[in-house]
């Protein structure tokens, strides 16, 4: 582990996901990720874009269960919908 690292809090994949870009910046994220990326940045990316976007294919089928319920849904260690296999 590098030393700069050590202590540093790591942010929740929900903190991750708030940064996805808009869709209007889509096509230069995607170059960003295609030129200065790895390919073990890019696969992780990628993931989590999926992931992303099932999550809102998800919600927006849903008949309008209200905040607090579609949260139960997605947050936490023990919600149906929480991880990407669950929502795949």
Known sequence: MHTAARGVK????????????DPADMPAYLKMLHFEADDRGCAIM????????????????????GAKLAGEWFIGP?????????KI
């Open 10 to 21: 790591k942010p929740t994949r929900q903190q991750l996901m708030a940064e996805i870009p």
């Open 46 to 65: 990628g993931g989590g874009l999926v992931e992303h976007y099932l999550t809102q294919a998800i919600k927006c089928r849903l008949i309008d269960p």
């Open 78 to 86: 023990s919600a149906p919908f929480s991880t990407f296999s669950a």
